[in-house]
């Protein structure tokens, strides 16, 4: 019964590091999302997937990308990360409209 | 572009005192969701609205659809200090979702 689970729970980049955040869902679910939240902004959609081997770019895509090759996973890469990029990243699933999602607990990205 | 507007941004309360939660948008909505956000955890779904006029009730708390769906409340009665947490609004457009910026409650015992 483990949902969504994220990985890594916690990391530090240095500018100019690359790193892949892995959301990993069980339930069968189409639509996989990414979203990062920063203070006083809320949650802001990065890509997210309607399918395996499908992806589409949010508000905020610049600077990473996506990959869906197989259903249950959606990873997210920063190719060279940067001080804007220190966020909590929110993994999220869900059937398609009109269900709710389901979250994944998050990953706190810290870029120095 | 779509956009859902949630007021207020914070509100803090007696522990006992009621609280409520306001998303407003320009546009009909499909549907329109509620999450809870506990300080330093992920958003947790509580409830979708679909109808026109729709109410739901979770206990302590009171969700409504607006008649012309383009408006929603969460209502919660007698706030205990388990309610603290940002508490956000996500209308649906077809098949887009935007996030109101949320509501963080914070209750005083």
């Known amino acids: 019964n483990a949902g969504v689970t994220q990985t890594p729970k916690f990391r530090v980049l240095k500018t100019g590091q690359s790193m892949t955040l892995l959301c990993a869902q069980d339930?069968?679910?189409?639509?996989m999302y990414w979203y990062r939240q920063d203070p006083g902004m809320g949650l802001r959609l990065i890509h997210y997937s309607v399918g395996e081997g499908t992806t589409a770019k949010g508000e905020v895509p610049d600077g990473y990308n996506v990959s869906r090759l197989k259903k249950q996973n959606f990873l997210l890469g920063l190719e060279s990360a940067a001080p804007s990029q220190t966020s909590v990243y929110f993994c999220?699933?869900?059937?398609?409209?009109?269900?709710?999602?389901?979250f994944g607990s998050g990953t706190r990205l810290t870029v120095v | 572009g779509q956009q859902v507007m949630q007021i207020p941004q914070y509100q803090h309360v007696q522990e006992g005192e009621d609280f409520t939660t306001y998303c407003n948008s320009s546009?009909?909505?499909?549907?329109i969701q509620w999450y809870k956000q506990r300080p330093g955890g992920h958003p947790v779904f509580l409830i979708q609205?679909?109808?026109?006029?729709e109410v739901k009730k979770q206990k302590r708390l009171t969700f409504q659809f607006g008649e012309a769906k383009k408006n929603s409340s969460l209502h919660i009665t007698a706030t205990q200090t388990t309610d603290v947490g940002t508490y956000f609004c996500v209308g649906e457009y077809g098949n887009k979702l935007v996030f109101g910026a949320g509501t963080i409650l914070r209750v005083k015992s």
């Open positions: 999220a699933s869900r059937n398609g409209p009109p269900y709710g999602y389901t």
């Open positions: 339930m069968n679910h189409e639509y």
């Open positions: 546009t009909t909505l499909s549907n």
């Open positions: 609205l679909v109808k026109s006029g």
